[in-house]
Every structure is written in structure tokens, then in C-alpha cells.
């Protein structure tokens, strides 16, 4: 059988010389298209490590109409402000807990801030195996639950983190990737490290990795706890959860017209409500994350269409082509499944053989040029500019094969969808009058 259908194809190769081109061509397109997909697909598919819906973020303005009132714009009645929010929300049946954390929390605008860590020992700090984390102050009062409001997740229970009762400003919550980096083990809580500023921690617990940005891989991450909510006022904000059942549009429009006309302290005011999930979409635009994404999707899909009307027309063509030839193996006993799977297997191995041709090609161009960049860059003074070898689209031999597998399954079924369609229509009328045409 296969040595019939190579006599076949090598008999015709003037014609499939040209098809045998445009494979080679269709192969690199596809798997060059597919390749940002697979990025975009594995970031996109990451956990969260915790829940944005029902989240919110109060918008706090301020405005001074007043020059001589201008020493009230000040970090202490941003304290009061948000106190005064606090107290609020404990009265208002929707809302399930509430925190205040600094602004930066997510979708920061200002970028990373950054800091380098190290356990807590006797060595000096040139002998200290430093890591790098992304960090960020939160609010550990009685009141201020934030772990709760954004539902992290314990990495010893499973469940959502609980916060601590202790309220010092020497605490702190790694991430399950901090807590690795740093002490080598998740199973940490206790144990101190230090921080380049000289601080001297404690680590009340660790919390499952957070990705905190669409796209985005999963960053080391350490929580500085401050028992109230003076380092950073000016810069903090106030965080709410609505309870599960609560209806999300009325609660916003009692918000809007009841709420927050109410409370105000100096010149601070409530500016409007935003939910955490449009403070993402926001930074996705913000930053051209969206415009990437709509970019890589247009244009794999662009090339899909390419690839499926160029070899999927191409095999339709060469399929109806042979109409006589058809015909003759019809009318010699030759069934219809004999004959529709002969050009399948034509198909099949051609573009088998193309596809192994243009491998050595993109293997060359990957060389070059590397695989297609994520949306959202890792600072490299997290992970030294080595990509991080524990996600799939960074590890290159497992890359490498999927994208090829899918690519070639892809013009497998569009290279078979050409010979199979046309082969079924052919083999359903009388072998004369193929012969005929």
C-alpha cells in the first residue's frame, strides 16, 4: 500500500512539486502563528491564587478650594478618612470585610517595587544569598482583613488565609515562590529573614502565588504588615468585598446616591467605587496589553485562514483533478472508502514530508529569534533574565513540541478536509461519468 501510494505521488511530482512548496511555506506560517498563542494560552491559564470578582476599590479624591486650608491636606486626615470609611462599612449589610492596603496592590501604575531578602543569620550581608521580591505594605488591624477580602489562598490549609492576631510592624506573609526562593520549603511560618534595609522579619504565613495582572507569571511576593494605617497614608487605599449573594448594580447605585455623599474628612472625599477587575482591564490598556493581545489573536487567526484556504484549495484542486483516474479505479472494484483514503494518505504524506522539511528552518529561526515574547515582562531583577524553567512555555524542548504537534495536526486536518471532501463527491457518481469529464 505505501509503496503504491509513493509510485502514485512520484509519478505526479511536477504537480505536487509546487504543493509540496506550498506546504513548506503553509508550515512555517501556521507554526509561527501558533507559537504566541501557546504563550498567551499558558499565562492565561495560570490560577490567580485568589478571587477579583466582588472586589472594590473606593476612589478617594481630595480638593482644596482654600489656600489657607492647605495643612489639612495632610497624611493624618487621609488616616481619619479612611477610618471613617471603615467604620462605615461595618454597617452595611452587602459588604462581607474590608482592608486597606497600599494603592500600588496590583495593577500598579508606578511599576514594581522591589526588594532583595535573605534569611535571618549570623553572616554578613556579602555572604548572604539574597532573592528578590516584589513587595507591598498592608493593614493588619482588627478591622482590616486583607487576605480575606481578596480570598488568598493558605498554602497548609487549602483554604482561605486567615490573618494573624499578631498586629507588630516586624510581620510579614510570603507567597509560596518567596517562601521557596528564601528558605528552600513552604512550611516556614516563624522563621525570620531580613530585608536590605536592615528590617528584621517574621513570617506569619504563605499564601498560594498570586497573579496578579492578566498575562502575567507568577512573582515572588512578600506582604509587610503594619499594625495601623500610618506608613504610607497618603499613598494607601480602602478595599471591600461584597458578600456572595449581594446584587453587585444596586448595591453601585445605593452606593453612588446614598453612600457616598455621606462621608468626607477635610478635604478628602469618595471620588466613586471601581471593581478590581476594571482596575485590570484599565492597566491592560493602559500598558498596551489589550492592543498585544487583540494583535497576536488577529494575526493567528489570519494565518489559520491563510493556511486553511491555501492547502485546503490546493488539495481540492488536485483532488479534482483526478477525476478520470477516479473513475478508473472505480470501475476496476475499487470502493469508495479505497478511494477516499487513498488521498488521504497522499495528503498525509505530503504533508508529513513537508512539515519534517521545514522543521530544520524553524528550528533555525528560533535560534535567532526565540519564541514569541509573553504579553507581560518578569523584571529581571527577580529572575536574572533566565526565563523561569518551572512554566511549560519556557521550558524549550516541551514548547517546541507542542507548537509543532498542534501545527501539524492542524494541516493534517485542513490537508485532509481538501482530499476527502472533493474524493466523497467524486466516488458518489457513476465511474463513466468521471471518465467522462
Sequence with gaps: MLKQLMHQIWNERQQNAWLFLE???????????????FTLVCRGNLPKGYTPEKVYRVECDAYITDPSKAHEYNEMSKKQFLAQL???????PEIECYCIAHDGFGPNPKGYSGTMLAIADDKPDSARNWCGARLYDIITSDKSRFFETI?????????VMQQSDYHGNDGAYLSRRQAMMLFGTTDVVGEKFVNVSGGLFTVLGVFEDLQLLNYDEYTPIVFYCNNDAD???FSNAIYFRLKDGADEDD?????????????????????????????IEEHDKEYNITNKYRLYAGLS???????????FSAFWIRTNSRRRDIGIMRSVGATKGRVCMQFVAEAVILVTVAFVVSMPLIAHYITIEGFAEPLAKVPTWIHNETPDQSYLHNRVVPHFAIVTAVAYMLICAIAIGGALLPSLHITRSLPADSLRE
Design 151 to 159: 480570598r488568598a489562598i493558605d498554602v497548609k490549609t487549602g483554604e
Design 231 to 233: 506608613k504610607h497614608t
Design 301 to 311: 487567526g489570519f494565518a489559520l485562514f491563510c493556511a486553511f484556504m491555501g492547502v
Design 86 to 92: 471603615g467604620d462605615a462599612f461595618d454597617n452595611i
Design 251 to 279: 448595591f453601585k447605585k445605593r452606593f453612588e446616591n446614598e453612600i457616598k455623599p455621606k462621608y468626607n474628612h477635610g478635604v478628602f472625599h469618595i471620588a466613586g467605587l471601581e471593581s478590581y477587575e476594571e482596575r
Design 23 to 37: 506546504l513548506i511555506v503553509a508550515s512555517l506560517f501556521l507554526w509561527l502563528a501558533i507559537d504566541p498563542l
